[in-house]
């Protein structure tokens, strides 16, 4: 399973899925750039999370929120007292881990038990496991770290000037919910939904792009009546079960996992994390939680604002209690990575226009055509000036309702790979006999079978094959 992981970071950054941040300067911890496949299956997630979950509701309205709010925010939101993890330092180089739960010899995290062996390697006949004697001797105790990135606004460099990088996008649909609700003038129940970047200073992120400082989530504010939470709750779940399915995710591979009392944060009556089957372990993809009117009633407390909703009908005012499922963009472009991706044993050699493969296995990433980043690949079969100049008319007419590729490097059977390995659908072949008769050679990505199409006929017939 650590090989998968080896193989898709080596492919993300090879085929331009996903680079290293700040790379030539030796980079920055766990900073990544979507390259110029990645942004487009990025952007794919998330035009189709809004379309589903905005554009094809009533129920729901968007916002684009800043990163950066009055710090008043976050004292009311509890996050400046209390949004924090627990951290021991090493005393000798000063390396900060995470540590949950009670410290024992038996729930150290492995890179502490890493670090122990590598820079305080225990002395001859002590086995590594007694590494949790090395903790009390050499590391401080638990204490608690806030995550919260700080900056400053303006010239000087104060506690009054101090501002934070927003630690979750759902503040500000809390702190903006009257002015939508003046605006829109919407009926319980209602949504507010953002994409939009976050920043947590998180002690070990790792593992790729599964845990960053900067990343970026997809989140609804579900505004309901009290009485009516558990029944949207299960609509919320069912939602996500389904958005998983068409993203492509096996459901072997998830876990629906109620967090119990005293585990979940102290105003929620109900939490369901949805748990992934990484390469590294089961760990949290998305999460659901029914948060109560805890943020509506302290935002009003400290605001001084009236964020009441009033029944029309019965004139009754009151804080509307919230659902808010939360999609994690950066971590579906991780899954949906991990489960598109395949190797396979081609039995019969593939048979191209005038070329035999000789290499019988093939790396292909079986994304659904609506989540691949490029949809149609043109290939003329040589670089003859008549069969370019056909393939790069259709190029341009494909384009302006596909996102298309035009490449004319290498042979035909190393293109067809290289577009099979960034998970592009239908690859089209211009030939000779395309001058011959206006017909060029389709190719399916996941049967490799080719057909004659007329080009006249392509959009068409492409428009088809992606939508079935």
């Not at 924090?84 to 881990?97: A, G, Y």
Request: glycine share 6%; charged share 30%; net charge negative.
């Amino acid at each position: 399973m650590e090989d998968l992981m080896q193989k898709i970071v080596s492919l993300a950054k090879r085929r331009g899925f996903i680079f290293p941040g700040s790379e030539i300067y030796g980079g920055l911890a766990n900073s990544f750039d979507y390259g110029p496949l990645g942004v487009e299956l990025k952007n794919n997630i998330k035009q189709e999370w809004w379309k589903r979950f905005v554009h094809q509701r009533t129920d729901v309205v968007g916002i684009d929120a800043a990163l950066l709010m009055n710090p008043k925010v976050w004292s009311a939101s509890g996050h400046i007292k209390n949004f924090s993890d627990p951290l021991v330092e090493c005393k000798k180089c000063h390396t900060r881990f995470r540590v949950e739960g009670e410290i024992s010899s038996k729930s150290l995290p492995k890179e502490i038990y890493d670090h122990i062996e590598t820079s305080h390697p225990p002395k001859e006949g002590i086995p590594t496991v007694l590494g949790f004697e090395s903790l009390k001797q050499d590391f401080t105790e638990k204490k608690a770290f806030n995550l919260m990135l700080k900056t400053y606004l303006g010239p000087a460099e104060g506690d009054a000037n101090v501002v934070y990088f927003r630690p979750e996008t759902a503040q500000a649909m809390f702190v903006d919910f009257k002015n939508v609700l003046d605006t829109s003038h919407r009926k319980l129940p209602f949504g507010i939904a953002q994409i939009g970047k976050a920043f947590r200073n998180e002690i070990t992120p790792g593992n790729f792009i599964f845990r960053m400082r900067e990343f970026e989530q997809m989140e609804i504010e579900y505004f309901i009546e009290e009485k009516d939470w558990e029944k949207y709750f299960d609509h919320w779940l069912e939602q996500m079960k389904q958005w998983l399915k068409d993203l492509g995710v096996s459901d072997t591979k998830l876990h629906y996992v109620d967090i119990p009392d005293g585990e979940r944060a102290h105003y929620s009556k109900r939490t369901v994390d949805i748990e992934y089957d990484y390469p590294f372990g089961q760990k949290e993809l998305y999460g659901l939680a029914y948060r109560g009117d805890f943020d509506l009633k302290n935002h009003m407390e400290a605001s001084g604002q009236d964020l009441r909703y009033q029944n029309l009908e019965t004139k009754e005012k009151f804080l509307p209690h919230v659902i808010e499922p939360t999609w994690g963009v950066d971590r579906s472009v991780l899954v949906a990575l991990l489960e598109a991706y395949a190797e396979e044993t081609v039995e019969q050699k593939e048979r191209t226009t005038g070329e035999e493969i000789e290499d019988t296995t093939r790396v292909v990433m079986k994304f659904p055509a609506w989540l691949a980043p490029v949809k149609v690949a043109v290939l003329p079969l040589s670089k003859k000036e008549n069969l370019m100049e056909i393939a790069k008319k259709i190029h341009a007419e494909l384009s302006r309702q596909f996102v298309v590729e035009y490449d004319e490097t290498q042979s035909i059977g190393k293109r067809y790979r290289r577009q099979d390995e960034i998970g592009t659908p239908i690859a089209l072949t211009v030939d000779f006999q395309t001058v011959q008769d206006n017909t060029v050679t389709l190719r399916d990505r996941d049967t490799m079978k080719q057909t004659r199409i007329a080009i006249d006929k392509l959009a068409d017939v492409i428009q088809e094959k992606l939508h079935d």
